[in-house]
């Protein structure tokens, strides 16, 4: 992430680790311990953040991306390609079995339009902001007591 979109962190928030805020967006890694964590890219556009995960060789049926409340949780599991029961490796660096990515997010997206899609062995998850509301007049009604 460039450093122009990262915002100051505020004092105590410095102690997150895996902690990346964007713009009013703040989005905290609270992936448990798995087989393996996929690496991630997190960026902001004017219409929202978007989250991209390395996962080649996973099937869109192998993963699963679950939003609970303010928190986004992918998991899903990379099987290891059939080498026969005579192979014997020279060289093994590829990453099998269970993967989980979990983010707290915080801030002004909707995660209940949020969008998921599987595209060359990268998911790409798409938060979209919620509409600016600061600077805008509303009128208050006001009521006569009886």
Not at 11 to 19: F, I, K, S, T, V
Not at 66 to 88: F, M, T, Y
Not at 114 to 141: C, S
């Amino acid at each position: 992430m460039s450093r122009s979109m990262k915002r100051k962190l505020a004092p105590g928030e410095e102690a997150l680790q895996g902690a990346y805020a964007i713009g009013r967006v703040m989005l905290v890694d609270i992936s448990g311990e798995a087989a393996y964590k996929p690496p991630a890219d997190i960026h902001e556009t004017p219409e929202g953040v978007v989250i991209r995960l390395e996962i080649p060789g996973v099937a869109k049926d192998e993963v699963d991306v679950r939003v609970k409340g303010s928190r986004i949780e992918i998991v899903g599991d990379k099987q290891p390609d059939p080498a026969g029961d005579a192979a014997s490796y020279l060289c093994l660096e590829r990453a099998f079995g269970k993967f989980h990515r979990a983010f707290d997010v915080s801030g002004s997206v909707n995660l209940s339009r949020m969008t998921a899609v599987l595209k060359g062995g990268v998911l790409i998850l798409f938060l979209p902001k919620v509409p600016e509301r600061r600077g805008l007049e509303q009128r208050i009604p006001i009521h006569e007591e009886e």
